[in-house]
């Protein structure tokens, strides 16, 4: 069992950035799968970026490739997503998540947290 934590949301000009964390209870969650996921009002939860627990690697939506970097220090138990060139279309509630195997679905959520670019 692993809880999540998300902070780091606010208002922000387009253009500008931000950085997310996830912090997470658990000894072991340096062996947990984490992703980022985001739900704009009106719409259906988005895939944003995972951390693969297995080999590190990163994936990222099409939307922000480029542009936001999905890391975690595992010393803090913490995931962390660093949002740059921010878009009016970022705007959303971003969560984090995890899981302790490579695929299927995410049990472990956290409350999100609001994350509004203006323009």
């Known amino acids: 069992q692993v809880q999540l934590v998300e902070s780091g949301g606010g208002l922000v000009q387009a253009g500008g950035s931000l950085r997310l964390s996830c912090a997470a209870s658990g000894r072991t969650f340096s062996t947990y799968d984490v992703g980022w996921f985001r739900q704009a009002p009106g719409k259906e939860r988005e895939f944003v970026a995972r951390?693969?627990?297995?080999?590190?690697?990163?994936y990222y939506a099409d939307s922000v490739k480029g542009r936001f970097t999905i890391s975690r220090d595992n010393a803090k138990n913490t995931v962390y997503l660093q949002m740059n060139s921010l878009k009016p279309d970022d705007t959303a509630v971003y969560y984090c998540?995890?899981?302790?195997?490579?695929?299927?679905?995410?049990?472990?959520w956290g409350q999100g947290t609001q994350v509004t670019v203006s323009s």
């Open positions: 951390l693969s627990k297995s080999n590190g690697i990163t």
């Open positions: 998540a995890a899981r302790n195997s490579d695929a299927g679905s995410y049990p472990f």
